[in-house]
């Protein structure tokens, strides 16, 4: 089990990244993202588990303090193992690093944060597609370079999930207001 942190967009980028995950379902490709029923998002932090009354505070303090911000979907990617995973390459910037550092530096100390998540290291990615097969990337690949995928989106919110065999629903934040 394990916590992700997870930022949220509005419904058009949402819709736009769910029709890849249909067009996975529907090929027999892949259906974990539409069976987790989790929401489109731009993964920024991941590590064990903590209470999250811990950081409740500063979780809504964090939220209270940031404006929406714009992301960009430079590339496709794949992290590469037994069971690849397709995705959405975001573009680093200013605003996205510094929100990472911050959430970095709420959670390190109530928890272990993965190596691959620590500042300087994280791939900031939107998943397409996870636990694929080998063979089929490639045809994962056209779906999704054939899809209107979004090449920007406006970041309104967080949420922080905790992932095992199932992930419960996020606690969810919105930059100027909780919701």
């Known amino acids: 089990m394990h916590h992700v942190v997870q930022l949220f ?6 819709e736009q990244i769910r029709s890849v995950w249909h067009s ?9 993202a539409l069976d987790s029923n989790g929401r489109p998002h731009v993964t920024v932090m991941s590590s064990v588990p903590y209470a999250g009354a811990s ?11 940031v404006e929406p911000f714009e992301v960009t979907f430079s590339h496709i990617g794949i992290f ?5 995973v397709l995705f959405l390459g975001v573009t680093h910037t200013v605003a996205l690093r510094t929100l990472h550092q911050r959430f970095f530096d709420l959670i390190s100390p109530v928890a272990e944060v993965f190596e691959f998540s620590k500042p300087d290291s ?9 636990l694929l097969r080998s063979q089929d ?3 994962a690949v056209e779906l999704a370079y054939a899809a209107p995928l979004p ?3 406006m970041v309104n919110g967080f949420g ?3 992932c095992g065999q199932t992930a419960k629903r996020p606690e969810s934040f919105a930059f100027g207001a909780r919701i």
Not at 9 to 14: H, I, K, N, R, T
Not at 24 to 32: P, Y
Not at 55 to 65: G, I, T
Request: include cysteine; hydrophobic fraction near 40%.
């Open 151 to 153: 090449t920007k989106a």
């Open 122 to 130: 994280f791939v900031f990615h939107c998943t397409l597609g996870f």
């Open 55 to 65: 950081v409740m505070e500063d979780f809504v303090s964090l939220a209270n303090s």
């Open 24 to 32: 996975f379902a529907e090929e027999e490709i892949s259906r974990q």
């Open 160 to 162: 922080v999930v905790e």
């Open 9 to 14: 967009f509005g419904p058009e980028a949402e």
């Open 80 to 84: 590469p193992g037994k069971e690849p």
């Open 137 to 139: 990337l490639p045809r």
